[in-house]
């Protein structure tokens, strides 16, 4: 008697929590597996960073929502707790009631509290029950990957994970979902038509040098992020950045090697070949687009600084590396952009679990890495020499994913590796670029700032 009365006490308790308010949205599609697509209304959120664990973003959520603000203010729980999945700075939201705007808001004590107003939007949602562990996320994520791929459906963006339930709720009682926005496939390919065209509009200004253009297109609060240095926000900052190009660069001329649709972003690898005070110049560089409404909104280029500064005539140096082909080493058709995928990750697996053998092996015998070291490193033995070198300092290799896919043929991986080396440890912006045939690495382009992965190694400052 006593057991049925405390399972009833957990299931009302928890019936009640569920009736507090939760964005609100109609249902437009049902499917198996507790798939459906969903039309969300606009509302607010407050937003944090996560730092490391669920927990400290849920304890500065809610020190606000119980009365950490300017007006010591109280204000409702609501549902869900939602935390992105795949994100390079992992964030948490909790949803203001319908009753407030932003104007009402009182000011956070905690400066790590923000707040965000979320437009109205479709969505792919898949909803379980039980503790969402690691493990349960990932199987219902793939769930819901597999039907988007095989649906009308495209997914935009990164998933996020919704829980509803305080801790103690029973486990076959909890409410998760997983929710990533969508937009059907055939509106998609016009979208990416129109970024890719905006990306298009941006070399064409560049290389006319049309500079009243380039900062039309990043609008007033566009972002320029040379990866190995503090963001430049804003169109002004940007023409004040510009202003040593503008005087000094007499030819400019992207001569575009790869370009296409990574994700979301516009992804353009490319030599940047221009005349500059009288000096002729050549760097490769590969530059990543986020672009909406017409507009650039972000744009982040890894290249090595110090080549370019020599090419610009800046610093007295010669290239540090051979510029790699620009034709192609293989038929794009000759492997599924699937495949080709397999033999990326395999390749980060072996960094990551430090297997210098596995990643030698994933080397075509002709296979060539540019812009590692300072001459291409040439077949499986040059990378074994390569790791011998350097493997037993390493003692871990974390690869940060931000942008990974197939772009005409060739596998495109933007993202951050975290190293530990000799001691030290640091987070370096990469960007790599890889050509695969036959399940191996024929070309492997990696884009970074040299003095920054030294500084990260602790061999320079």
């Known amino acids: 008697m006593k057991n049925g009365l405390l399972v009833c006490l957990v299931l009302i308790f928890s019936v009640s929590v569920m009736a507090i308010e939760e964005p609100k949205y109609s249902v437009l599609q049902e499917f198996e597996n507790g798939i459906e697509i969903r039309a969300y209304e606009p509302h607010l959120v407050a937003v944090t960073k996560m730092d490391g664990s669920q927990n400290s973003g849920f304890r500065v959520l809610a020190g606000y929502i119980f009365g950490g603000n300017e007006k010591e203010q109280e204000i409702a729980m609501t549902a869900p707790v939602s935390t992105t999945m795949m ?17 009402e808001l009182p000011k956070p004590n905690d400066e790590r509290v923000n707040f965000r107003e979320v437009p109205a939007y479709t969505a792919a949602v898949i909803r379980f029950s039980g503790r ?7 199987a219902h994520w793939q769930k819901l990957r597999a039907f988007l791929a095989n649906s009308e ?45 905006v990306a298009r509009d941006m070399l064409d200004a560049w290389n006319t040098l049309d500079w009243k253009r380039v900062y039309q297109l990043f609008g ?25 190009f503008e005087q000094g660069l007499t030819r400019m001329e992207f001569i575009v090697l790869n ?50 500064l020599s090419e610009m005539g800046v610093l007295d140096a010669e290239p540090p590396h051979p510029i790699a082909p620009r034709e192609p080493a293989i038929d794009a058709d000759a492997m599924t952009d699937e495949a080709r995928l397999v033999v990326a990750q395999a390749m980060l697996d072996a960094y990551e679990n430090l297997d210098w053998e596995a990643a030698a092996n994933l080397i075509a015998d002709d296979g060539v890495i540019h812009y590692a070291e300072k001459d291409p490193m040439v077949g499986p033995n040059a990378m074994r020499a390569h790791t011998s070198r350097i493997g037993s300092l390493l003692t871990a290799v974390d690869f940060d994913i931000r942008n990974i896919g197939v772009v005409n043929g060739v596998v495109m991986i933007e993202r951050h590796d975290v190293i530990e080396f000799n001691g030290h440890k640091g987070r370096v912006p990469v960007f790599g670029s890889m050509e695969i045939e036959d399940g191996k690495i024929k070309v492997w382009r990696e884009y970074f700032d040299h003095n920054q992965m030294l500084a990260v190694l602790g061999l320079a400052q």
């Open 87 to 103: 994100a390079d700075s992992p964030e948490m939201t909790f949803m203001i009631p319908s009753e407030y705007d932003l104007a």
């Open 220 to 244: 007033k609060n566009g972002v320029l992020a040379n990866m190995m240095a503090e963001p430049t926000v804003g169109s002004d900052a940007i023409r004040e950045r510009f202003v040593a």
């Open 132 to 138: 969402a562990n690691a493990e349960m996320v990932e």
């Open 259 to 308: 370009m296409g649709m990574l994700g979301d972003d516009v992804v353009i690898e490319r030599l940047d070949s221009f005349d500059f005070n009288g000096k002729t110049g050549l760097v490769p560089v590969t530059g990543v687009l986020t672009i909406a409404d017409g507009q650039v909104k972000e744009w982040r280029e890894y290249y090595d600084r110090n080549w370019l």
């Open 153 to 197: 459906w495209k997914g935009l963006g990164e998933p996020t994970l919704n829980q509803y339930n305080p801790p103690w709720t029973l486990g076959f009682w909890r409410r998760n979902e997983i929710i990533i926005p969508v937009m059907k496939k055939e509106d998609a390919l016009n979208v990416n038509e129109n970024k890719l065209a």
